[in-house]
């Protein structure tokens, strides 16, 4: 280990000459405030740098540079410049930035979210659209999905009256989800929260914190070739930790060979080996649990600050689904609760600043020079917020979307909470079956009051900043049944 801070303390006056050296030579980039000597631009970022950087577009326009340690950034922060990133030069913007802390190299090589767009995130890329998230497939797992949510109203009835942590019943609401699409079964119980079914929980919120602690190396690159604060080495562990479990029973399913509908079932049948079945389970279970938890919470926390909008959701599904438990062949019929979510979204992306591309090139971006290898961040948050493209921005107005066209799938850029070209989020179909889905049987199902006489004004709306944008503190609700028990 002492060899290692040697080289970086002799390596060090180097590096920051190059770098110097670098800056001269780049030319015609993005406007941008001006950087600092060796940290740059990081003490304008601070703990909210979707907040930050929207501030900073209003000085130096759609497009703008900084300099983040070392690292060199350009962020879009308009429809505009999200076009041009996303769409006109998708294809040599298309390269990734892997955080530090994850680059671990059996899980980036056989990645769908981190690696490059080679062949076998095309195979990868491909077995999704057509396999896992095709409309046959989705449809065939939609009474999957339904009896799932029933579990967690049964497990909420049981609560009622009582302070409920949002996030936590839904987090584990998904996980069964996915436990049943990928694997058939259950792999958390709500009735004992700390038991064996929550290791593999535990596992991912570990990779959540980690994920969402600051790395220096992000800003200073030559620490990262050492792993100076061991958050690499944590990351493999946990890693290593998840697959174990899945092994287990990916070994099982191959003894067995049965005749499951589920992810697994296709993905053996496809040829893939466990490295990359492990990989692109774990970023389905990763991307489509901690995200759509945190959506569904900041949506609930929005249906307490405005009992108008869960008034006129509830009287819809009264109009439209009756008595009857709200299912998702009913969702297509809700117009105001799609129009909700879309309004919840706008608000509250749930990845603010998309996750970070890389030019593959040096190429043109509204007549400015990207440089290759520059990383480009998109602002999804500040776009979401824009007073040049949304009336009364501010304000949680589902009526916006009544009449508009203007959807979530990667075509208007004014709402691109899931991204957009090729880096779209393979799983939204997936993803919106069931943010509609949990909301509606929520709404349904329940009326929610604060703790302790708190009145809605007093609750706090303030984010935390991280893979995915939570909200800070978590919401705390006293649900209250409006129906009988479900059996």
Partial sequence: MEIIYVVFIVSLPLYFFLFILRDLCQKNLPPGPYPSPIIGNLLQVGNKPHVQFAKLAKTYGDLFTLKLGFQRVVVASSPAAAIEVLKKHDKILTGRYVFQSIRVKEHIENSLVWSECNENWRLLRKICRTELFSHKMIESQAHLREAKVLDMVRFLQKKEGEVVKIVEVVFGTLFNIFGNLLFSKDVYDFEDPTGGKAEMKEHFWKLLEIGNATNPADYFPIMGKFDLFGQRRE???????????????????????????????????????????????????????????????????????????????????????????????????????????????????????????????????????????????????????????????????????????????????????????????PGLPLASRFLNLILATLIQNFDWSLPQGMTANELSMDEKFGLALQKDPPLLIVPKSRTTSIN
């Fill in 235 to 425: 990351v493999a562990s946990v890693i290593r930790q998840i697959y174990d479990v899945w092994g287990v029973m990916l070994k099982e399913r191959r003894r067995m060979k049965g005749n499951e509908n589920d992810f697994v079932s296709v993905l053996l049948s496809a040829g893939l080996d466990d490295l990359k079945i492990n990989a692109l389970l774990m970023e389905l279970f990763g991307a489509g649990t901690e995200t759509s938890a945190s959506t569904i919470e900041w949506a609930v926390a929005e249906l307490t600050k405005n009992p108008r909008v869960t008034f006129n959701i509830q009287s819809e599904l009264v109009n439209v689904v009756g008595e009857k438990t709200v299912k998702e062949s009913d969702i297509p019929h809700l117009p105001y609760l799609q129009a909700f979510v879309k309004e919840t979204l706008r608000l509250h992306p749930p990845t603010p600043l998309l996750l970070p591309r890389r030019a593959l090139e040096t190429c043109k971006v509204m007549n400015y020079t990207i440089p290759k290898d520059c990383q480009i961040m998109v602002n999804a948050w500040a776009i979401g917020r824009d007073p040049k493209t949304w009336d009364d921005p501010l304000t949680f107005k589902p009526e916006r979307f009544m009449n508009s066209s203007v959807d979530y799938r990667g075509s208007d850029f004014e709402l691109i909470p899931f991204g957009g070209g090729r880096r779209i989020c």
